[in-house]
């Protein structure tokens, strides 16, 4: 326990902020939450989407993977997290070559697919050889084994100061695959690692997954990205939480608001100084808002020790009047979310059931070279066709999603994931067309795989109008910065960065990897070193900076 009562602001109300929040109150400090939305949770939310249907759906984050164990127990949260039975399931395209180029040669295409079966690995060799590509199942295997000893060896530093790039290499040691991931374009590793084309896109994916990048992109955006994927528990599964993404959230809200958090919700933060004011603005229906002679509209001011920013590190430039300072750009988002509540699911073509099929991750028209086709036509302007995009049925895993009407019926959800769509191909003008053209190309390509089309099968929620409407909903990188403050729709905040340093750290905050250039303001969010994902890493570790700060007694 701190002496004295420190105070600390936290900007964003999101799983982040919560988690810095429930860290901070638990050690005494006086913690007031920031959030703009009538609600927390940010992105980590579960959505009664369709009006008149009784399913919740995690609206635009879908899974778990980087939430910390220690972080569950210690701030006590009763989250569960289903491990799903199988990885993924690839079909093969219709039409499409499998001789290890995409050749586009006719025979296998349409009625095939890649299952990777988590539990029978006897069942998954079988799959590699019906899709002619026995000869990679050892080398997929082995991939992927050896990103396990990464993530074996980096997981656990994620909750821990930096630690510098030697130590982590020499952590990791030479059967990983840091040399593979860190040290080359992606590329290189994965055509090394399988020859099959269809074989390689599924490995390709975990870089590209809110990635607008190359897979020999010399940047190794595409690098970070797929580290990421594959570290998570230490294990790089990725896991459906029980009663949806808002039951993180909510787990998170109850722990900060118990140890005696402030949370005010409605209310827009329009200015944050270098010394620790804040000012913000009360909103109708906020959480001050006509109460203590508080009307709406009001604009509040208050100095803290300490300011913690969850929001996207480009927004807390603009809320400190640096936006484009020192060529600063606006970051960028790559993709499409639909959801989607379907009376059942989909017959397949082929022997594989549903229930296998959509039990993981669903792949979608994600070869490696049409992921590669994809990115050029994104980066000459176009939608891409097909559209690459991946699946999740959340109510397989975790049926209690569903009200017990919509479960009896046979009824599922299906969340969906477009890559390859950088925010560029839209703006303020376009969205609303893009955004029909864009859900029309989902369509498009899962019909492309399917033994039926999916829209017949989309349930009716009813409209504003009263009026029947497909239970169908489609995001756009510019509703995400709309509805979440997420600059360009980039669901990490911005660029990863890679979870060491090059050298010691010359300060707390750089240790933690939550410094911006001001001492008393802490990046908290998924913009922080070691952010991105549902993970309440960001929160987490802004936290314990801030504790080793009080402690010293920022001055």
């Known amino acids: 326990m701190l002496a004295g009562k420190p105070r600390i602001a936290i900007i964003g109300g999101g799983h982040n902020g919560l988690t810095a929040a429930a860290y901070l109150a638990r050690a005494g400090v006086a913690v007031t939450v920031l959030e703009r939305l009538p609600h927390v949770g940010g992105a980590a939310v579960s959505t009664s989407g369709f009006v008149g249907l009784d399913a919740r759906l995690s609206r635009y984050s879908y899974l778990v ?128 690692a399988v020859a099959d084309d269809l074989v390689r896109g599924v490995i390709a994916t975990d870089a590209l997954i809110g990635t607008f990048a190359a897979l020999d992109d010399p940047g190794l955006e595409q690098n970070r990205c797929l580290l990421y994927h594959v570290i998570g528990g230490g294990t790089g599964d990725w896991d459906v939480p029980i009663g949806g993404m808002g039951r993180v959230s909510g787990e998170l809200e109850a722990a900060a608001r118990a140890a005696g958090a402030t949370i005010l919700t409605g209310v827009t933060v329009t200015g944050v100084t270098p010394d620790g004011e804040v000012t913000w603005e009360e909103r109708v229906g906020g959480s001050l808002a006509g109460s203590a002679g508080v009307p709406s509209g009001t604009e509040l001011t208050a100095q803290f020790d300490l300011v913690l920013s969850a929001v996207a590190p480009h927004v807390l430039a603009g809320l400190l009047g640096e936006e484009g300072a020192g060529g600063r750009q606006r970051p960028e988002g790559a993709q499409v979310k639909v959801n989607m509540l379907l009376s059942r699911l989909p017959r397949l073509r082929g022997d594989v059931s549903p229930e296998a099929a ?103 929620g009813t409209g504003p109008d009263g009026i029947a409407t497909p239970a169908i909903e489609t995001k756009t990188t510019l509703d995400l910065e709309a509805a979440l403050a997420m600059p360009g729709g980039n669901i990490f905040h911005g660029p990863l960065s890679w979870p060491w340093l090059e050298e010691e750290a010359t300060s707390v905050a750089e240790a933690w990897g939550v410094e911006t250039a001001h001492p008393r303001i802490l990046l908290a969010g998924a913009g922080a070193r070691r952010g991105g994902a549902v993970s309440g890493i960001g929160g987490h570790n802004a936290a314990q900076a801030a504790l080793e700060l009080l402690a010293g007694r920022v001055g």
């Open 358 to 460: 959509f039990g993981g991750t669903f792949h979608i028209n994600e070869t490696y070279t049409q992921l590669g086709a994809a990115h050029a036509a994104a980066s000459a302007g176009r939608i891409p066709e097909p559209l690459p995009c991946e699946i999740y049925c959340h109510s397989l895993t975790d049926p209690t999603i569903l009200g017990d009407e919509l479960r009896a019926s046979g009824a599922h959800t299906l969340t969906v994931f477009g890559l390859h769509v950088p925010d560029r191909l839209l703006n303020d003008d376009t969205n609303e067309r893009m955004r029909g053209e864009l859900e029309r190309a989902v369509l498009a390509s899962l019909d492309s795989v399917l033994a039926e089309p999916i829209e017949p099968l989309l349930l009716q």
């Open 65 to 192: 993977s980087l939430l910390p164990e220690q972080i569950i127990r210690d701030l006590g949260l009763d989250v569960r997290l289903a491990r799903r039975r199988y990885s993924s399931y690839t079909p093969v395209p219709a039409g499409y070559g499998h001789d290890g180029a995409g050749s586009g040669r006719s025979g296998l295409g349409g009625d095939r697919g890649l299952l990777i079966d988590a539990g029978d690995e006897a069942a998954t060799r079988a799959s590699f050889a019906a899709i002619g590509a026995a000869g990679d199942a050892d080398g997929f295997g082995h991939f992927y084994d050896r990103t396990t000893r990464l993530a074996a060896a980096l997981f656990p530093t994620l909750t821990e100061p930096l630690p510098t790039r030697d130590a982590a290499r020499a952590a990791a040691g030479a059967a990983s695959a840091w040399s593979e991931i860190v040290d080359a374009p992606i590329a290189d590793a994965i055509e090394g």
